[in-house]
């Protein structure tokens, strides 16, 4: 099938057979700019030339860069417009040519912008605060209407002042926020062509640092070798940097400065004092930095700088010493001498001692100088860091000063040192005299001398009374000498001491006494104590003195015995006399059996005999006394008694008690309930321990215990115990009501008889003789209760006296005295390790306690 083209062309052909046709294709054109478009133009009948021509009028060569021109065949040319800018737009002409034929066609070519972004960056950062203006710059033609988006969401610029479109399309946020920051869309939209673009736009809102130090003060110590941590916490976005810098330099970590990983703590290492300052903490990211700054105060401890000795005479006006010490704070100077300490301000009532101090010095000023001030000082520097101690010494010379005992006893052949003691500085050397004489002379051979740095003694042995008398001791230094005169006195023996009081037991005495009034000049050595019976040779034992020494113990006396006893002293010129003779009795002994009497001379000290103890319970079940009674002292005093005890059931033993000698008992409280226990009692003397006195015992059932509970339960519950209760108490009825039927013809059954059955009751008779009966019953028929009793007793030792608790040598008394006799009773009441008290208690129920035994 012919194509329609083809079939107008050839009736134009036949219509006109000799004229040129021109057609371009396309008629017209629209080009974007930068892109490319060719056009066609094809020619009708012969030609020669076909040329096109710009929109200027110039005719197109061929070969331009930006419009190309080609030529197919003898009737078809081609133009081709590559990267169409604006300046492409226009008409463009296309003329063939055949000799004087000529034709030709135009198309339009028009060039448009499509929409551009030129400019659209992100992310756009900008600083909190800041009037931010969002750039996207689009072009297109026609010029593009914009649309800003945020959230998915237009922006009303109408409902929130901050933003606003420019004309040129930017978006401003006046005083943009942190919560502005994310993507903004900026859409481009060309109505005409309903062509639409965007761009997202990511905006960043950078947060100016925030700086908080967090210490503004940091206190450190110079010179002990510690370091300083300064530090402040910065915030902002980005994340900002953060650096330290002191007098304009930047830190870094090295030796002396260590910055952690952010450079928010700074470590200045071994602080001196020269570190002390203002330290900057710079925190920067790109919204800007801020700054803190951070003050280091460096504290110095005191040090004693100057501190020399000093040397001055006695009787100098003054002498001053100086000390010298640093340290922040400023430290306080003061001065020790003799364990006396001396501030500021006068020291002494004389005013001879004065301190003074001024900033960093103090100085001490000692007038009228004495030789007693000589020795060393103790310079203190103290601050609230710490403190300094240094020492000095002051050197004072002074002439010698003799010191010492002035009289010495002794008796002829008796060596005796006179001693001589010399202080002085510097030393001085010591000459004795007698009469005159220097010593020791040709005719003296019983004089020695021994000098040490600091006495002289002079060893005198004197052979006759004309050896005793004065001595001279004569010291001598370069700044001067000075004498003294000594005595050596012949020596007497000592009077007597005096017995102030003898205190028996029952083998020994301690005996009270007061040192002699007169010593005799001479140390007492010894004391001699003498004892007898009455009227038989006197004893004696000597006892080596010593200080204080006011007591002394004879040994081996019998108990219950009267004894005289005198006191004589000893020194080194012989015993005095003796003094009056005392007279006492020794005390029983308290054992069931009495030893066989020993001799005096030949019994020596032992310990004491185990005490005997009995227990006694007290009125709560778990708290007993044990009471103990003395036995033989074993010729010593009692010291104290050691008490221990424990459960039976264990092997721990309680703390050991210690008990003074003149008590006897112990309570012991807080045991365990239903627990056998055993108690130890010692009783100690200088001698040594007796052997403990042992008993056990065991304490009461916990009055508050259900005794199923005890036993673990019997696995009966509540309701059935609440039966049983109840069925004890009916059948506790029924016993009480047949009771009183029988004796004493009442009751529910009494009543039934009387009612129902018209009986009397067993037994029945007439009132008068009812009533015999039943006072013979009341008051004749019961025998005495015997109640067992333990209670607190008086041992036959005890102070202030006092009846004491029957025994098993003891008589049972009534309370006119009289002894008591029981013919029903073959043997004695025994209470195991416990003294009963038997009482008669009538018409009371027994009553025994479960811990004591059966009477």
């Given at each position: 099938m012919l194509q329609i083209g083809d079939l107008i062309w050839g009736l134009l052909f036949i219509g006109c057979a000799a004229a040129i046709q021109v057609q371009i294709t396309p008629t017209q054109g629209e080009i974007s700019v930068g892109e490319s478009k060719f056009f066609l133009c094809e020619v009708l009948g012969d030609v020669k030339d076909i040329d096109w021509y710009a929109p200027s009028g110039e005719k197109i060569l061929p070969n331009r860069p930006d419009i190309f021109v080609s030529r197919g065949d003898e009737t078809m040319s081609t133009l081709t417009i590559y990267h169409a800018n604006v300046d492409s737009?226009?008409?463009?002409?296309?003329?063939?040519?055949?000799?004087?034929?000529?034709?030709?066609?135009?198309?339009?070519?028009?060039?448009?912008?499509?929409?551009?972004?030129?400019?659209?960056?992100?992310?756009?950062?900008?600083?909190?605060?800041?009037?931010?203006?969002?750039?996207?710059?689009?072009?297109?033609?026609?010029?593009?209407?914009i649309i800003w988006k945020h959230k998915g969401s237009r922006i009303q610029v109408a409902k929130d002042v901050r933003f606003k479109i420019m004309d040129n399309g930017h978006l401003q946020i006046r005083g943009i926020k942190k919560t502005d920051e994310g993507m903004y869309n900026c859409e481009a939209r060309v109505m005409a062509r309903g062509e639409i673009d965007f761009r997202m736009i990511r905006v960043v809102v950078n947060v100016l640092p925030t700086i908080r130090a967090r210490q503004s003060e940091v206190n450190a110590t110079a010179d002990i070798g510690s370091s300083a941590l300064l530090a402040c916490d910065a915030d902002g976005f980005p994340e900002p940097t953060v650096t330290w810098a002191h007098n304009n330099i930047v830190l870094e970590t090295g030796d002396k400065y260590s910055l952690n990983e952010d450079g928010s703590e700074l470590v200045i290492k071994d602080v001196k004092k020269v570190d002390e300052g203002d330290y900057t903490c710079i925190a920067k990211n790109k919204a800007g930095e801020k700054a803190e700054e951070v003050s280091l105060n460096v504290f110095v401890q005191p040090k004693i700088t100057y501190l020399n000795n000093q040397t001055a005479s006695e009787f100098d006006d003054q002498v001053t010493l100086t000390c010298e010490a640093s340290g922040d704070p400023t430290p306080t100077i003061s001065w020790s001498f003799d364990n006396r300490v001396l501030t500021e301000g006068e020291q002494s009532l004389d005013r001879n001692i004065v301190v003074r101090s001024h900033a960093r010095v103090s100085s001490l000023t000692l007038k009228n100088v004495l030789f007693t001030y000589a020795g060393q000082y103790l310079c203190t520097a103290s601050n609230s860091i710490g403190q300094d101690d240094q020492h000095m010494y002051l050197e004072v010379r002074y002439a010698p000063k003799i010191l010492g005992r002035v009289?010495?006893?002794?008796?002829?052949?008796?060596?005796?040192?006179?001693?001589?003691?010399v202080e002085a500085h510097p030393g001085a050397s010591v000459v004795w005299f007698r009469d005159g004489f220097q010593l020791p002379s040709a005719n003296t051979t019983n004089m020695k001398i021994y000098n040490t740095p600091t006495i002289s003694y002079l060893e005198v042995t004197p052979d006759s009374q004309n050896d005793f008398g004065s001595y001279n001791c004569t010291a001598t230094n370069v700044m001067g000498s000075e004498s003294k005169e000594f005595l050596l006195i012949q020596a007497d023996v000592p009077s007597s001491p005096e017995i102030t009081l003898v205190e028996p037991f029952s083998s020994t005495a301690v005996v009270k006494f007061e040192e002699p009034d007169s010593m005799g000049?001479?140390?007492?050595?010894?004391?001699?104590?003498?004892?007898?019976?009455?009227?038989?040779?006197?004893?004696?034992?000597?006892?080596?003195?010593?200080?204080?020494?006011?007591?002394?113990?004879?040994?081996?006396?019998?108990?219950?015995?009267?004894?005289?006893?005198?006191?004589?002293?000893?020194?080194?010129?012989?015993?005095?006399?003796?003094?009056?003779?005392?007279?006492?009795?020794?005390?029983?002994?308290?054992?069931?059996?009495?030893?066989?009497?020993?001799?005096?001379?030949?019994?020596?000290?032992?310990?004491?005999?185990?005490?005997?103890?009995?227990?006694?319970?007290?009125?709560?079940?778990?708290?007993?006394?044990?009471?103990?009674?003395?036995?033989?002292?074993?010729?010593?005093?009692?010291?104290?008694?050691?008490?221990?005890?424990?459960?039976?059931?264990?092997?721990?033993?309680?703390?050991?008690?210690?008990?003074?000698?003149?008590?006897?008992?112990?309570?012991?409280?807080?045991?365990?309930?239903?627990?056998?226990?055993?108690v130890h009692v010692v009783a100690e003397n200088q001698q040594g321990k007796s052997e403990p006195g042992i008993i056990s015992f065991r304490t009461a059932v916990d009055p508050t215990t259900i005794p199923d509970a005890m036993d673990g339960g019997s696995g009966l519950g509540t309701g059935a115990i609440v039966g049983i209760l109840i069925v004890v108490f009916f059948l506790l009825l029924v016993g009480v009501d047949v009771t009183c039927y029988f004796l004493n013809k009442c009751g529910l059954l009494m009543c039934i008889a009387v009612n129902f059955c018209g009986k009397a009751g067993p037994g029945a008779k007439s009132k008068d003789i009812e009533e015999g009966k039943a006072a013979f019953t009341k008051d004749e028929s019961k025998e005495p209760i015997v109640e067992v009793r333990t209670e607190e007793e008086h041992t036959p030792n005890q102070e202030g006296g006092g009846p004491t608790e029957?025994?098993?040598?003891?008589p049972l008394t009534g309370p006119d005295g009289k002894t008591v006799k029981d013919d029903n009773t073959k043997g004695e009441t025994e209470v195991k390790n416990a003294t009963a008290e038997v009482k008669t208690v009538p018409n009371e129920a027994p009553q025994t306690n479960g811990n004591e035994s059966k009477a």
């Open positions: 737009a226009g008409i463009y002409k296309c003329v063939a040519k055949n000799g004087d034929k000529e034709a030709q066609a135009t198309v339009q070519v028009k060039i448009f912008q499509k929409i551009t972004f030129e400019s659209a960056p992100t992310p756009q950062e900008f600083n909190e605060g800041d009037d931010a203006d969002i750039v996207c710059n689009v072009v297109s033609s026609p010029p593009p209407t009289t010495v006893y002794t008796w002829e052949g008796n060596p005796a040192n006179i001693s001589c003691e000049g001479v140390p007492i050595i010894k004391y001699r104590v003498e004892w007898r019976l009455p009227g038989q040779d006197w004893i004696g034992s000597e006892h080596n003195a010593k200080d204080d020494m006011t007591t002394i113990t004879i040994v081996g006396l019998k108990p219950e015995t009267t004894y005289e006893v005198k006191m004589s002293a000893i020194n080194g010129k012989g015993e005095g006399e003796s003094s009056p003779a005392r007279t006492f009795k020794t005390e029983p002994v308290l054992s069931s059996e009495v030893p066989p009497p020993i001799a005096a001379t030949s019994m020596a000290r032992r310990e004491p005999s185990a005490p005997k103890l009995e227990v006694k319970m007290q009125d709560r079940g778990n708290t007993l006394k044990v009471n103990w009674i003395k036995q033989d002292d074993g010729g010593s005093p009692i010291k104290h008694y050691l008490v221990r005890y424990k459960a039976k059931h264990v092997s721990d033993w309680k703390p050991e008690i210690r008990i003074p000698h003149n008590s006897e008992y112990v309570t012991l409280s807080g045991l365990d309930w239903n627990t056998e226990y055993e029957p025994n098993e040598t003891t």
